[in-house]
C-alpha cells in the first residue's frame, strides 16, 4: 500500500472521531487511525481501534492497493476522508460509509506465544533478547493486542532490518484475571554489532491467546521487557474478541 506516515503519527492523533465532526464546518473531512481488516461478503469492512466502523469504497481500495485488495493482511493504518453526511452513529461507534481511502500501511501481526512455543522456536535465548529503549503503548482492540516500542535496529548492505517484536504469555491457572506478557526484542544481529539506528516499531498481535487466561473478568496484565520498567494495563475480554468477518 501507499504509505503516508510514520508510526510515530499515531501518537500524535489524539482528537476523538466525535469532536473531529463537531469541529469541522466542512461536508469533508479526514481521519487517521489504526483498523482491523473485515469484509461482509465482497465489501471490506474496517474495525477501528477508536469505535470507528468504516466502509471504504471499491474504487479506492483497488486505487491503494493496484488492484490487489488487502489479501491476507489483517491489521493496517488508514489515511481516509469521509463525508459527514454519512455518519451514523449508534452504540457500537461511529459508522461511515463510502470512505474514500487516500493512503495505508499494513501492521505486522503474529501470535502471542506460550512459553513452551518460544522455547521450542528459540526466540527466547538470551542471544537473541535485546533491550528496548521505551515501550511507547500498548492496548487491545478488535481482537489484536497492539505494542508500540522504540529501540535500536541493525543494517546489512546498507538496508535496515527490521527487528522481530514477540510477546510470550505467561499465567499461573490458580490466579484468575492475572497474567504477564514478556516482550522480546530481536535484532537479528549480533550483540556486539553497533545499531544502524533508532526509531519505533509497531505490532498487533491475535489476542486470542489471552482469552486462556483463568478468569471472567478484565485481565490484569504486567508487560516487561528489557530495557524499561514494567508497563501494567487492564485488558477487558470483549477486546479480545475479532468482529464478525475477520
Known amino acids: 500500500m501507499k504509505k503516508f506516515l510514520s ?29 482491523t481488516i473485515g ?21 479506492s481500495v483497488s486505487n491503494l492497493t493496484s488492484g490487489k485488495g488487502f489479501g491476507e ?11 459527514r453526511t454519512k455518519v451514523e452513529e449508534t452504540d457500537k461507534g461511529s459508522i461511515v460509509r463510502e470512505v474514500e481511502l487516500r493512503g495505508g500501511q499494513y501492521i505486522q501481526t503474529l ?37 508500540i516500542v522504540t529501540g535500536n535496529y541493525s543494517a546489512k548492505d546498507m538496508k535496515g532490518i527490521r527487528p522481530t517484536v514477540n510477546m510470550v504469555l505467561e499465567y499461573n491457572e490458580s490466579e484468575q484475571n492475572t497474567a504477564i506478557l514478556r516482550l522480546l526484542y530481536n535484532r537479528h544481529s549480533s ?7 533508532s526509531t519505533q516499531f509497531i505490532t498487533s498481535y491475535d489476542a486470542k491467546t489471552l482469552l486462556q487466561v483463568p478468569g471472567s473478568d478484565s485481565i490484569n496484565v504486567t508487560v516487561l521487557a528489557d530495557g524499561t520498567d514494567p508497563l501494567k494495563i487492564k485488558v477487558a475480554r470483549r477486546d479480545l474478541m475479532k468482529p464478525s468477518g475477520v
Open 111 to 147: 501470535p502471542i506465544k506460550l512459553p513452551a512455543e518460544a522455547e521450542a522456536e528459540n526466540i527466547n535465548v538470551a542471544d537473541s533478547i535485546f533491550p528496548i529503549s521505551r515501550m511507547d503503548q500498548v492496548w487491545t482492540a478488535n481482537g489484536y493486542l497492539n505494542a
Open 39 to 59: 469484509k461482509q461478503g465482497d465489501t471490506y469492512v474496517l474495525y477501528g481501534d477508536r469505535n470507528v466502523i468504516a466502509y471504504p469504497t471499491a474504487a
Open 191 to 197: 550483540k556486539t554489532e553497533s545499531a544502524a539506528g
Open 73 to 83: 493482511n489483517k491489521r493496517a493504518e488508514f489515511y481516509f476522508e469521509y463525508d
Open 7 to 35: 508510526f510515530a503519527g499515531f501518537l500524535m492523533v489524539l482528537a476523538s472521531f466525535v469532536s473531529c465532526l463537531n469541529d469541522d464546518e466542512d461536508s469533508v473531512n479526514s481521519y487517521y487511525g489504526m483498523f
